[in-house]
């Protein structure tokens, strides 16, 4: 229990330390489109397109629906 102790106290002192982290650049306007004509070419799909419910057909015989799935056939 004091390994923990004291390894959290070197951690949090070797981190009071530190010097002060860099700030991040700022990339905003880097990133901002020049020319307002251009547009994104990225359309709405609809997820569900090509969907086709399928209900239930019953309950069958296990044995037959998986002689009928087997690789071989």
Do not use: Y
Not at 22 to 46: E, G, K, M, Q
């Amino acid at each position: 229990m004091k390994i923990h102790l004291l390894a959290g106290a070197i951690a949090l002192a070797l981190g009071a330390c530190s010097s002060a982290p860099t700030p991040l650049p700022d990339v905003a306007t880097l990133t901002a489109p020049t020319d307002r004509n251009i547009t994104s070419s990225v359309r709405h799909t609809d997820p569900l397109a090509g969907f086709f419910p399928r209900s239930p057909t019953g309950p069958r015989d296990w044995r037959t629906v998986n002689q009928e799935q087997a690789e071989g056939n």
